[in-house]
């Protein structure tokens, strides 16, 4: 992704933007990393079985799993010696961005699964097929497009949104 | 990214799997797209606000709002007839990525922010500093890497996991 963007525009402006959402996707943003992630919940850790589950080459897979370890998402442990052979663990980082992937998860099985989800997920606390829900940390209740306020708002949305909002309710 | 992948491997085999992660992550999963949803929640909705706000080139921003369209996740509305200029708005499929969006962000701003979150989200139904957490559907309560489990588990994991857990327990 990052080569082709550089390819179009010549300079990755994105990197610069001080923002949380760019520099979580700079880590996650790969769709092969979400597979691979997605296969270390469910328990794969070696890379012969990341490979045998993904499909994926070799070299794209050595190339992720470099990734997020670097990036502290994933840790090697060796489970073998004489040669040393390591496996790819979730380290706590890694393990937070389950709700980074249950809400995919629930986007993509009301949006764009026709009949069932193809894979069902269920809380083992009260044994129920269930789905990710998005709530405040501080209220519990549900958060959605029209109850939240970003702040401070970007110097062009005041300019360009707010004005025009204003402008609209003095005419 | 569709592309870089394709030249190292041949095929897009990501394609075929049968996920929601990976489905959503089809529309979704491109860092500008991304970037101009954050907009869009802002409340930009005119293409050269999108463009003095990202930074992007006319290109890619005409790219990235047209396949957003296709995909139901914004819609085309005409705000001035004598030439019709068009401007870009958020569909109810569009609004329910505020979970992916918020989830997103609040890893970034757990594990990637050294200091201060660059902006903060204030949930207007409780006028709090918030973050979105991960609830169940069914019960409410948190759900993390420890109380979820996936139905059904394939059978890579089956025969590489599974068994080997068996077989640590009956050793």
Same mark, same amino acid.
């Given at each position: 992704m990052a080569s082709t963007e550089l390819s179009e525009t010549?300079?990755?402006?994105? =990197?610069?933007? =001080?923002?949380s959402v760019a520099r979580t996707l700079e880590h996650v943003g790969e769709r092969w990393t979400f597979m691979v992630l997605r296969d270390a919940f469910y328990g794969i850790r070696r890379f012969d079985d990341f490979q045998a589950s993904l499909g994926v080459a070799r070299n794209i897979l050595t190339k992720r799993l470099a990734k997020l370890v670097d990036a502290g998402i994933m840790r090697k442990e060796p489970y073998q010696e004489h040669p040393t052979r390591y496996e790819y663990v979730l380290t706590e980082k890694g393990r937070d961005l389950v709700p980074v992937l249950t809400s995919l998860l629930a986007w993509g099985d009301k949006? &764009?699964? &026709?009949?069932?989800?193809?894979v069902r997920l269920i809380h083992t606390t009260c044994k129920n097929v269930m789905h990710s829900q998005a709530v405040c940390s501080e209220c519990g209740d549900e958060i959605n497009a029209f109850n939240l306020h970003l702040d401070p708002v970007p110097q062009i949305v005041i300019e360009r949104v707010v004005k025009a909002k204003l402008a609209a309710h003095t005419t």
């Open positions: 010549g300079t990755n402006r994105y =990197d610069i933007f =001080d923002c949006w &764009e699964t &026709e009949n069932e989800p193809p």
